[in-house]
């Protein structure tokens, strides 16, 4: 069926289920097509289709979107909220965290808040430390909230779908280098089952368990290192809360080493949770200590060579697995 870009895939996800349910509306800052259909044009096109009630430019007010966002999901509606860059979700917590996350509990399950919460980060653009966060612990941390990230068109595509389906909130975090990386076309109508993660490659030495744009990594170093004989698994999240514990620790005692990876800062990350749960769970049949690779503890630099020794490079992914394997 051809090839798909993340952009692509994720603008086709909101215009299916905007034409199958008229509930779906979308609202954030620059998104309708007066400002060009959204900063990485994501909604390109739709405005022309769904009109400026259901494409909603909105003032520069984090707060304002998530607010009336919550307020539409109570409703029966079911937004697609724009936060344009994930820094910025600092200025709406209050309205994510004690609101659409608690909600279902605090009414004793009577209400849902059927809400998606797009929002890009990525480091590597020379955006600078209040633009280039990766914050999913953040809402890792958060009951009520779903938290998901794709490393490529196709799962985009399923995972937009699933998370305007799911009856409670989510957070749909995209990459900035991964809009233009194209994959197979899934078709239309694709769906990714939320909380289920991928075996992206197989492998039978050490378990890469990791998510977003890092997938690429950890797959770009199973391949070199399948040239030296070490054959190297890598488990794609694609949902980080709830994540698959059962696809990973299958992996780990399988392989009995691992390896956590992502981009955002190491200390305190999604990959601790991980690695505590893997040991926890899977002691009897690890060969060595769970290993930790993560973004340096520091905000993104904005110089280019400070930011590239910022991110989790290859070589690191590397290093770690041969000492995961007495290969140091």
């Known amino acids: 069926m051809g090839e798909i870009t993340m952009a692509q895939a994720l603008n086709r996800a909101i215009d299916e289920a905007m034409a199958e349910n008229s509930g779906v509306f979308c609202l954030g800052e620059d998104v309708a097509a007066k400002q060009g259909g959204g900063v990485f044009k994501i909604t390109a096109g739709l405005t022309e289709k769904y009109g400026e009630n259901r494409i909603r430019a909105t003032p520069i007010s984090e707060t304002a979107i998530v607010g009336a966002a919550v307020g539409a999901a109570l409703a029966g509606q079911r937004p697609i909220a724009e936060i344009m860059l994930m820094n910025f979700v600092g200025v709406c917590m209050d309205q994510i965290v004690n609101h659409a996350a608690k909600l279902r509990f605090m009414s004793g399950g009577q209400t849902n808040v059927p809400l998606v919460i797009r929002t890009t980060t990525g480091v590597g653009v020379g955006f600078g430390g209040q633009h280039s966060d990766m914050l999913e612990a953040w809402f890792a ?15 985009a595509q399923g995972l937009m779908r699933s998370s305007i389906d799911c009856n409670d909130p989510v957070i749909f975090i995209e990459n900035i280098l991964c809009y233009g990386l194209k994959s197979q076309d899934p078709g239309p109508g694709y769906r990714v089952p939320l909380g289920k993660a991928a075996v992206a490659r197989e492998g039978s030495d050490v378990s890469v368990i990791t998510y977003g744009r890092t997938v690429l990594d950890a797959l770009a170093v199973a391949s070199e290192l399948a040239n030296e004989g070490i054959s190297v698994e890598v488990i794609d999240l694609r949902s980080i809360a709830p994540y698959d514990e059962a696809t990973v620790l299958a992996s780990v005692r399988k392989t009995g080493r691992a390896l956590t990876l992502h981009e955002a800062v190491r200390p305190f990350g999604t990959g601790a949770e991980i690695a505590a749960n893997i040991q926890e769970k899977c002691w009897d049949s690890l060969k060595g200590p769970v290993r930790r690779i993560g973004g340096t503890f ?12 910022w991110i989790p490079n290859k070589q690191q992914i590397v290093d770690q697995i041969k000492a995961s394997m007495g290969r140091g």
């Not at 998901?148 to 196709?154: E, Q």
């Open 298 to 309: 520091s905000p993104v630099p904005f110089a280019s060579v400070l930011e590239q020794a």
């Open 141 to 155: 941390h958060v009951a009520g909230l779903h938290v998901v990230t794709p490393s490529n068109a196709a799962d």
